[in-house]
């Protein structure tokens, strides 16, 4: 049976309203732009819904216009640019189906024409009104003979068609479903890309966020391997609305929870679930793991990942990505402020002048120019924070347990102890790992000179409380700053206990040494970015558990993308598939880690459903899919 695909023009083959856009154009100028612009938009959604007899609508638009010929040519390049999205991306559909494509709108040829005929629609194909000029070249009406003009036009001309075969429409509006409604279409799919109008969708017969859901239920997809609308992302504990309008607005289908869930809450929301995004709150537990039978990525939208079971989610193919570097400079403006506060004394000097004493006086108070800093761990914060606090004119010393490079004139110690030895402020930008515990404590702290500057920033169990406690009480540390402590209130409304409060020069903030609007935005565009790469392309730089690797775009080829346990052999067995079924192979490219190995294949030729379920038959293939 012969397929015939019946397509709208309006807010389905481009993203607007035509109408609208012309207005624009030909009102740039007139007094009431505004006004005229607002009625228009309203007759055209009061016609869409079926609320208006369509010829009086129309009437009424073109008197409001004041538009002429030569408005056309511009109007015609605006909706070059708004050819909707999963058209443009599924241009293929247009060419290979030509014969059977329609394009049937209200709209006017006149602009109809010149966009689809450059998607290989056949001019002959485009029924739509077409619009009366007078000498002067003023746009006065349209041919009122067209049966498009009236009421019910769709519905004629696909009478007049009398077309053959299965009839599919794809549209946003009732007139759309109206030609479903007379009997004339088999189905008719509620196009929602553009605009999502309530009582077509209740009509349609399946909603069709994008072309290529239309393609995919019709088997006709080639160019994604999946439909994004059908990718379920559930974002958990309030994450910034920048990162659900950057997921919404890649095509995903987005759920979104204020609070966290528990384990057993989240076990039963994981099903059906591609990505899920947390904050630190959610566990993401081998439990839930194993609950989730579509989980691709999580994406932990914070910096530490001790909440999430990063092995379970490996020995699933569930690639983890955070925001390790989105709040560090927000951290190193806290770091340098809390420097400067300390050097001046001006935590007692606050407190005192709130009770009312005035301590006027310029003993114990430095600058910080000249002064010696020792960073210790010169990660992504201890390198940043070098890097500011030079050009504050301090003399920078840094402890790495790794081989890093000194930035500016950064000067590397060979030893904690020689660092601790050196300086006269102490900054703590070390990880949490466990072996951290308490690496500065009585010891450590015999080794600072006397009236040390001491800051952690960095994880409360890494100072031992007590040795720093000592350390402040005996003038060995003349002011510290303190952000993250071993043991945390949970909430806000929980005391928060420490022997640290009431010291002297002793500056205490509760964990806020990344939180900043700009780093909660930062995190907001780096997380979905990340997951989107890998779902895209496969790419898993910056991913916390999977083998880091970095692709290359992959044109005019299909990627097939294989997780597996890390076992000797696998890569040659994929291989063997591949050269069985006569597979040509522009690119590879493997990673691996303890746990798992990471293939990633490009190949050029045309593949069927057999190979694809060889690879998946391969033994200890955890993950498989493919990428076109
Ligand atoms: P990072 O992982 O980039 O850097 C850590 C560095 O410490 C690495 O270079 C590592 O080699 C080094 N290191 C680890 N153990 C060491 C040791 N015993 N001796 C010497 N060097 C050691 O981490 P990043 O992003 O710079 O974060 C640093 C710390 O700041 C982390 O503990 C993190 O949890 C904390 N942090 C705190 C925030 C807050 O709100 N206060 C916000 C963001 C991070």
Redesign the pocket.
């Known amino acids: 049976m012969e397929k015939y695909f019946i397509i709208d023009f309006d807010s389905t083959f481009t993203k607007v309203e035509a109408l609208d856009i012309l207005g624009e154009i030909s009102l740039e100028s007139h007094p009431e732009k505004k006004e005229r612009l607002q009625k228009i938009k309203d007759i055209t959604d009061k016609g869409m819904d079926g609320g208006l007899n369509f010829r009086e609508s129309l009437d009424q638009r073109i008197g409001l216009l004041n538009a002429r010929r030569e408005h056309l040519g511009s109007l015609i390049d605006s909706l070059k640019e708004k050819v909707s999205n999963s058209f443009k991306r599924n241009k293929d559909f247009f060419e290979t189906y030509k014969d059977h494509i329609y394009i049937i709108s209200n709209g006017f040829k006149d602009f109809i024409v010149p966009i689809v005929t450059e998607y290989g629609v056949k001019e002959d194909h485009v029924h739509a009104n077409s619009f009366h000029f007078d000498d002067e070249g003023r746009i006065t009406g349209f041919d009122p003979d067209n049966v498009l003009s009236s009421n019910n036009g769709k519905v004629k001309v696909l009478k007049n068609l009398g077309l053959l075969g299965d009839v599919y429409v794809i549209g946003d509006g009732y007139t759309d479903y109206e030609i479903k409604e007379a009997g004339l279409a088999n189905k008719f799919y509620a196009f929602t890309e553009n605009v999502e109008r309530e009582n077509i969708l209740e009509n349609a017969d399946h909603v069709a966020p994008s072309l290529d859901e239309f393609l995919f239920v019709n088997k006709m997809n080639t160019a994604i391997s999946y439909p994004k609308n059908r990718i379920k992302v559930l974002l958990l504990e309030n994450i910034h609305p920048r990162a659900v309008e950057i997921m919404k607005h890649e095509g995903y289908k987005v759920e979104i929870y204020p609070g966290g869930l528990d384990e057993a809450e989240l076990c039963e929301k994981i099903k059906g679930v591609s990505i899920l995004g947390i904050r630190s709150k959610t566990q993401v537990t081998a439990k839930v793991i194993e609950n989730a039978d579509r989980l691709m990525a999580v994406g932990a939208f914070c910096?530490?990942t001790n909440q999430i079971d990063l092995d379970a989610c490996l020995r699933r193919g569930v690639a983890v990505f955070n925001a390790?570097?989105s709040?560090?400079r927000?951290?190193v403006e806290?770091a340098i402020a809390e420097i400067i506060f300390l050097m001046r004394n001006l935590r007692d000097k606050i407190i005192g002048m709130h009770e009312g004493k005035w301590m006027k006086s310029a003993s114990s108070s430095f600058e910080v120019r000249g002064k010696k800093i020792g960073i210790?761990?010169?990660?992504?914060?201890?390198?940043?924070l070098s890097v500011v606090a030079e050009t504050f004119g301090l003399d920078v010393y840094y402890?790495?347990?790794?081989d890093?490079l000194g930035l500016g004139n950064a000067s590397r110690c060979e030893s904690?102890e020689e660092l601790l030895k050196t300086v006269d402020i102490v900054s703590?930008?070390?990880?949490?790992?466990p072996?951290?515990k308490n690496?500065i404590s009585e010891r450590e702290f015999g080794w600072m000179r006397d009236g040390v500057i001491f800051l952690n920033?960095?994880?409360g169990h890494?100072v031992d409380i007590k040795a720093l406690k000592n350390a402040i009480e005996s003038g060995k540390v003349k002011g510290a700053a303190v952000?993250?402590f071993p043991v945390e209130p949970k909430t806000n409304e929980e005391e928060f206990v420490s022997e640290l409060r009431g010291l002297k020069n002793t500056i205490l903030t509760p964990?806020?040494?990344?939180?900043t609007l700009e780093a909660q935005e930062n995190i907001a565009d780096f997380v979905p970015g990340k997951i989107m790469q890998y779902v895209n392309s496969g790419s898993t730089s910056n991913s916390v558990n999977f083998p880091n690797l970095q692709l290359p775009d992959f044109p005019d080829a299909h990627r097939l993308i294989h997780i597996h346990e890390n076992m000797p052999g696998i890569l040659a067995k994929i291989n063997k598939v591949l050269a069985e079924h006569d597979i040509n192979i522009v690119g590879q490219y493997l990673k691996t880690n303890e746990l798992i190995g990471y293939v990633i294949t490009d190949i050029d030729k045309e593949y069927d459903k057999k190979l694809t379920n060889a690879l998946k038959g391969i033994d200890h293939t955890i993950k498989f899919r493919v990428l076109y």
Request: hydrophobic residues 35%; glycine residues 16%.
């Open positions: 910096i530490g390790p570097f709040n560090t927000s951290v806290l210790v761990g010169y990660g992504n914060i201890g390198s940043q402890y790495d347990a790794e890093k904690l703590l930008h070390v990880d949490g790992r072996e951290n690496m920033l960095a994880r890494v952000d993250v964990h806020i040494g990344g939180s």
